[in-house]
């Protein structure tokens, strides 16, 4: 299996996505192991195009504007890569996705990989499924 | 696997379907229950998975097993999956939210109530016909709820069989402003056990119901209260992957069985006395259409071109009440269980001079659905470009920590008219090769004008309740899954599909037991009447059968 995800390219996305979707915005990305549920993405044949395009493109802005690979860089200094970023045709639809990736992460059932240990569903008020036990129902 | 012989051979598993395998096994005859979905589990429904229910495992998938769809304003048919109650045992009950109602007693009427409007007619039996079927099914399926708790319900032979579910505390306050303003909330019928029944269990709330299947069993479905008991019998034998490509018919115009095509891909057969197709509205239709033979060459039962007209869907308006925690202390907001459960009967008639026909709805009070995945991922992309970083996080905590909704549902009904109906789509086909379903849709102007008027009732209550915010998501919107009327029933051969009893007038072992008999899609969910009809249909199957009509 080719490997697509290069060592930067781990990195960076996980870089984004603590920095896209940060605790408070649910229990942020990294917490919610929704960082490595989406990188999962980056394993197997066929990666998207727009990641994989998109990531090389936020690390080239970053060392365009910094002189340092974007995961190397502070936060503060991130966000201001982030929004040149975002204002890329090819940033900003990758920027959504990455959201809307990191946010599936957070907040799917813990099975698939993401929402560890139900801190998404504990955030939006659910009891993390415990309730879905039938076991704890009364049955007679 | 053999040529399947049995005494009566039911096609789909859903409402229809359920009720009539249950009735004929315990009877004593033989069933056979052929199922185009696959039979899932409640181990299967312990996982309550978002991205399950976005990837449609309830549903067939669009790009093999479609729907198409046509309206005044697009050009071309475009692929849908409008119309599908579900593919699966069970059908569309497994992942309903289980909202039971009865139909007003002139909801069977509505020509003689309204006069003529669009393709409105009566229907062949009323409400006292059909009530100790209303009651049956309640029992059978097992519902929770208050009898005579709305004065505008109509009469009961018996109570509930199960007292209404634990209340959450909202509805105190609820009912407190409903009836400062004269209304007659009453607690939502549902198929949900308030207490173990019939070997399953009551409900204990999860955070997770209308959409995903029931763990549990509490909640009451065709498969989980009907199919499972008549499969106990011995004598019922459901067979899911089951694909029925035609209803077949001897040269005196009775039908004989099916083919249908298993999972393999193998063309089999099932001969019986008698048939019942129970698809639901379009897929009942469309095998009709497809079910073409000498004597019938424009489908079974199609004689008059009656097949696929007067498809009705169902009107559906959404609103919400949207409440910051911190501004209501005195209200109970933060609790997710256990439901909130009232409905309104008061304005399923409109007053003079708001609409054409004074048709309006039912209002259901609830707490939204879950699902935290779709809410944050549309916060998140609700303006178009993406919001990130702290400014997400201001959102997703406004949302999820610092406000609570109550949401509005009002049905209502879905009027049958002229442009809207079902016919064999000319070019599109499924992954066995057949014609689809292709929908006309055109919804008839007063649809908008009841979800308006009823809606509006229902944020004024929210407003008096206090909230912050009120509005609608959907007004006089169409049902993807509730669809009735294209095979009407009705006394004249002339202008019906069926008789009173859902069989085909011009096929007298044939019967179509789901929602395609409606003449009209009634103001409430219709999905316990289609339960109750069904269970009727079945005595007189049952009846027949032992006169030896078949």
Redesign the interface.
């Known amino acids: 299996m080719k490997d697509h995800s290069k060592p930067g390219r781990r990195s960076i996305l996980a870089a984004a996505l603590a920095?896209?979707?940060?605790?408070?915005?649910?229990p942020g990305a990294v917490e919610a192991g929704a960082v490595e549920y989406a990188v999962q993405r980056l394993d197997g044949e066929q990666p998207a195009p727009w990641l994989m395009d998109g990531l090389d493109l936020l690390d080239r802005l970053a060392l365009e504007h910094d002189g340092a690979h974007f995961e190397e860089l502070g936060p503060a200094r991130q966000?201001e890569v982030?929004r040149r970023f975002?204002e890329d045709p090819v940033g900003?639809e990758c920027?959504?996705r990455l959201?809307?990736l990191a946010?599936?992460g957070?907040?799917?059932?813990p099975?698939?990989g993401g929402n560890r240990h139900g801190a998404?569903?504990r955030?939006?008020?659910?009891?993390n499924?415990e309730?879905?036990?039938?076991s704890?129902?009364?049955?007679? | 696997m053999p040529r399947l012989v049995t005494d009566v051979l039911i096609v789909g598993s859903g409402a229809g379907g359920g009720p009539l395998a249950l009735t004929l096994a315990r009877a004593g005859l033989d069933v056979v229950v052929l199922e185009k979905g696959p039979r899932l589990s409640?181990s299967d429904y312990?996982?309550?998975?978002?991205?399950?229910l976005r990837e449609g495992v309830y549903f067939p998938r669009p790009e093999e097993d479609p729907h198409t769809v046509v309206t005044p304003n697009t050009k071309q048919p475009v692929r849908t999956l409008l119309g599908w109650t579900a593919s699966c045992v069970g059908g569309g009950t497994v992942h309903m939210g289980s909202f039971l109602y009865r139909f007003h007693p002139d909801d069977f009427r509505m020509r003689s109530r309204c006069g003529p409007y669009e393709e409105v007619a009566d229907w062949p039996f009323g409400y006292d016909e059909l009530e100790p079927y209303y009651s049956l099914a309640e029992r059978e399926v097992g519902l929770s709820g208050l009898g005579g708790a709305s004065p505008f319900e109509g009469w009961r032979s018996e109570p509930y069989p199960m007292p209404p579910l634990p209340a959450h505390p909202l509805t105190t306050p609820l009912e407190e402003v409903c009836r400062r303003r004269g209304l007659h909330p009453f607690p939502t019928p549902r198929g949900i056990n308030s207490r173990?029944y019939q070997g399953r269990?009551?409900?204990?709330?999860?955070?997770?119901c209308t959409g995903f299947g029931c763990?549990?069993?509490?909640r009451g479905s065709s498969q989980e209260a009907l199919l499972a008991r008549a499969e106990q019998t011995g004598r019922c034998r459901v067979v899911p992957r089951a694909m029925v490509r035609q209803i077949t018919v001897d040269a005196r115009g009775r039908a004989t069985g099916c083919l249908w095509i298993d999972e393999a891909g193998v063309e089999r057969e099932v001969h019986a006395r008698a048939v019942c197709v129970c698809c639901s509205a379009v897929e009942s239709a469309r095998l009709l259409l497809l079910s073409k033979s000498p004597l019938f060459p424009d489908g079974l039962a199609n004689d008059r071109g009656l097949v696929g007209r007067h498809l009705q869907f169902h009107g559906v308006t959404l609103g919400y009440g949207l409440f910051r925690r911190d501004r209501h202390p005195g209200l109970p907001l933060?609790a997710?269980?256990p439901f909130l459960d009232r409905s309104l009967l008061d304005h399923y008639f409109l007053p003079p001079g708001v609409g054409e026909i004074d048709k309006g709805g039912l209002i259901r009070f609830g707490l939204p659905q879950?699902r935290?995945?779709a809410?944050?991922?549309e916060i998140?992309?609700a303006g178009g470009?993406?919001?990130?970083?702290?400014a997400?996080?201001?959102r997703?905590?406004r949302h999820?920590?610092e406000e609570r909704r109550i949401e509005v549902e009002v049905f209502h009904d879905f009027f049958p008219n002229a442009r809207t109906f079902v016919e064999l789509d000319p070019e599109v086909r499924d992954r066995w090769g057949l014609p689809v379903a292709r929908i006309h849709l055109d919804l008839p102007s007063h649809q908008r004008i009841a979800g308006h008027w009823v809606g509006r009732r229902a944020l004024e209550i929210l407003d008096d309740l206090g909230a912050d915010e009120v509005g609608f998501q959907i007004v006089g919107g169409t049902s993807s899954y509730l669809v009735h009327g294209t095979c009407r029933a009705g006394r004249d051969p002339a202008t019906s599909v069926l008789d009173e009893h859902l069989r085909a007038h011009a096929v007298p072992n044939l019967f179509v037991v789901d929602g395609s008999f409606m003449p009209t899609s009634g103001g409430a969910a219709p999905t316990l009447t289609i339960f109750a009809a069904s269970f009727r249909t079945a005595d007189q199957v049952l009846a027949q059968a032992r006169r030896g009509d078949f």
Do not use: K
Not at chain 2, 385 to 390: L, Q
């Open positions: 920095r896209l979707v940060p605790p408070g915005a649910g966000d982030l975002e900003t920027l959504r959201v809307l946010l599936e957070s907040f799917c059932h099975a698939r998404g569903w955030f939006a008020g659910l009891d499924g309730r879905s036990d039938p704890r129902c009364r049955a007679s | 409640r312990r996982r309550q998975d978002e991205i399950d173990p269990p009551a409900c204990d709330p999860c955070d997770f763990p549990s069993g509490a933060a997710r269980r879950t935290p995945m809410e944050a991922q998140a992309t470009r993406a919001v990130w970083g702290e997400l996080a201001a997703l905590q999820f920590v």
